[in-house]
């Protein structure tokens, strides 16, 4: 079959290009392969294809699915260079792991005071704070499974903000200067941490439930169930949200405050997101399941 390919702005790219094999038989990664052939640049990670406003987004559907024939007429777009997946979250959870030590145990060239003494509850919220980063380190290269292989490796820069600056220097900043965590009494600290370490156990909980829904290498999309699935569609982001809480509750940092806010805002927003598609995906997915908080939204 022969297609003709244009850019985002409409420019003929190639026209009668040529692929091996009828609408049904060639996949958009056999389409990939061959446009790769052509543009030795454009390698089959970086590339986008769209049939009208509709993404062929699946590599092993054939473009009949997707009701693309001979003659057709497909847009083009490159992604630009790409990274994977797993690169960029060890890249985003390794700053906070060199950024709160920096803080924790040279905060005399930061702050200008020498020693700079900690309480109880500054070394707690250390010790959590890295555990997490650590922990979210671990679980990227033994648990995780990604569904896409690659992104847009500018999307490092954009992503590391949110992580190496927001939840690393802002808040390593202000939780470990001097005198900025009240104490509080032992019984409190030890709550704090309760808190933290059931929302860390329970997030681990789900990652472990979401991997052993997909086989190594698999793409396939299963309803999850178990602990915390019952009541919502994303328990991991809900107990990541716990975690954050204990720590707030621990510091009472406004820094901690805003980062907080921005996490759990964006959590939030994924959620409502993976919740409609779960919905939309699955005839019979449960309907007493909320995106995100139980029994809330």
């Known amino acids: 079959m022969k297609i003709s390919i244009v850019s985002k702005s409409g420019k003929v790219l190639a026209d009668n290009f040529e ?86 145990g040279f905060g005399h060239l930061v702050y200008g005071t020498e020693p700079v003494v900690k309480n109880q509850a500054q070394e707690i919220a250390y010790a959590m704070l890295m555990f997490h980063f650590f922990k979210r380190e671990l679980e990227t290269l033994f648990v995780h499974r990604f569904s896409h292989g690659t992104m847009p490796f500018f999307n490092v820069f954009k992503n590391s903000f949110h992580y190496w600056i927001l939840s690393g220097v802002l808040v390593a900043w202000h939780v470990f200067r001097p005198n900025a965590v009240p104490e509080g009494s032992e019984m409190f600290r030890a709550a704090c941490v309760g808190i933290f370490m059931f929302g860390q156990v329970s997030n681990f909980m789900t990652h472990w439930t979401l991997r052993s829904l997909r086989k190594p290498g698999s793409k396939e999309r299963k309803i999850p169930y178990g602990y915390g699935f019952d009541l919502v569609s994303c328990p991991n982001y809900f107990f990541e949200t716990v975690s954050w809480f204990a720590v707030l509750l621990l510091t009472q940092s406004w820094a901690v405050l805003v980062f907080f806010v921005f996490a759990v805002g964006q959590m939030y927003i994924w959620a409502v997101k993976k919740h409609k598609n779960y919905i939309k995906e699955f005839k019979y997915y449960p309907k007493g399941r909320t995106a995100m908080f139980p029994f809330i939204a």
């Open 19 to 104: 692929l091996d094999g009828n609408a049904d038989a060639v996949t958009i990664l056999d389409l990939k392969k061959a446009y790769h052939k052509l543009n030795k640049k454009a390698t089959p990670e970086r590339q986008r294809w769209t049939f009208g406003k509709k993404a062929l987004d699946e590599d092993d559907k054939s473009l009949a699915s997707y009701k693309v024939f001979d003659k057709a007429q497909l847009t083009f777009k490159d992604l630009g260079p790409q990274i994977g997946w797993k690169t960029v979250f060890l890249i985003e959870y390794a700053g906070p792991l060199f950024i709160y030590p920096f803080f924790y």
